[in-house]
């Protein structure tokens, strides 16, 4: 056998110098279920998984990519809105800028999510599985009342969204949610630089503006949907000029 207990702890100080703990954690829990179905498996005699004994991610190590109220402007001003496909892409890119929903979570909106008679939209998020309640303004009611009568395939399916080309199905993967967000980042021609271009981004940048419209912690985590608002402080982190209007002088 190859795989040796010095070559599994070379591999892993590899790993350290080369990615995020993040992206390490995810590397290395694959190879230790791997590792482990070797052993089982008899293909390796050396149960060496359990070098591998814990595996430490930073979900703070990178700060979240933000996109201004500007910039979000120009990317939903870059959809044509007159063509079914613009209508879908619009609704689509609307409930992840200004409701702040994960492209899991979009694809995954039944029907009976909208509550039209409360205006307000519920579901139970893929993620976490915590029950959430968005409100929706007449805007963005409007702007998917267009899309569900003048777009959306007649189907039976109970999906908000389906695919407007063969076959048409609901979407299966929220990686076309990322394809859609970052062909209109692209479009209207915002300058993307270092940052991330996908839904999530989009998710951010909602809380970035709840909090320098200077929102409370507790009100941001009801939008994002978060249980607490430990996950929520992260966005903190964006807002520079709000921290520095808060810094305490420096004791001399």
């Not at 179905?37 to 149960?47: H, L, P, S, T, V």
């Not at 609307?94 to 939209?121: C, H, T």
């Not at 908000?160 to 299966?172: E, G, H, M, T």
């Given at each position: 056998s190859y795989l040796t207990r010095d070559g599994l702890i070379q591999f892993m100080d590899f790993l350290r110098n080369l990615y995020s703990s993040t992206a390490r954690g995810n590397i290395l829990y694959t190879v230790k279920d791997f590792l482990q179905?070797?052993?089982?498996?008899?293909?390796?005699?050396?149960?060496i998984h359990h070098i591998i004994k814990s595996i430490y991610t930073n979900p703070n190590e990178t700060l979240p990519s933000v996109y201004t109220a500007k910039e979000i402007k120009a990317i939903l001003q870059s959809v044509n809105k007159n063509t079914a496909e613009g209508k879908k892409d619009y609704a689509i890119l609307?409930?992840?800028?200004?409701?702040?929903?994960?492209?899991?979570?979009?694809?995954?909106?039944?029907?009976?999510?909208?509550?039209?008679?409360?205006?307000?939209?519920?579901?139970?998020?893929r993620k976490t599985g915590f029950f959430v309640q968005l409100p929706l303004s007449?805007?963005?009611?409007?702007?998917?009342?267009?899309?569900?009568?003048?777009?959306?395939?007649?189907t039976e399916y109970k999906s908000?969204?389906?695919?407007?080309?063969?076959?048409?199905?609901?979407?299966?993967d929220s990686a076309?949610?990322?394809?859609?967000?970052?062909?209109?980042?692209?479009?209207?021609?915002?300058?993307?630089?270092e940052r991330n271009h996908g839904?999530?981004?989009l998710r951010h940048s909602m809380a970035s503006g709840m909090l320098e419209n200077h929102a409370t912690l507790p009100v941001i985590?009801?939008?994002?949907?978060?249980?607490?608002?430990?996950?929520?402080?992260?966005?903190?982190?964006?807002?520079?000029?709000?921290l520095r209007s808060i810094a305490l002088e420096v004791p001399q």
């Open positions: 179905y070797c052993y089982d498996e008899n293909i390796i005699q050396d149960n609307v409930l992840a800028a200004m409701l702040g929903i994960r492209a899991s979570d979009i694809i995954s909106i039944k029907l009976d999510d909208i509550k039209w008679s409360r205006n307000v939209l519920e579901f139970h998020q007449e805007n963005i009611q409007y702007i998917l009342m267009d899309y569900i009568k003048n777009s959306r395939p007649d908000l969204f389906i695919r407007s080309r063969a076959p048409v199905v609901p979407y299966a076309t949610i990322f394809n859609i967000v970052s062909k209109y980042i692209r479009l209207a021609g915002v300058k993307i630089g839904p999530h981004s985590a009801a939008a994002l949907g978060h249980n607490n608002t430990k996950n929520t402080s992260r966005y903190l982190k964006i807002d520079i000029e709000l």
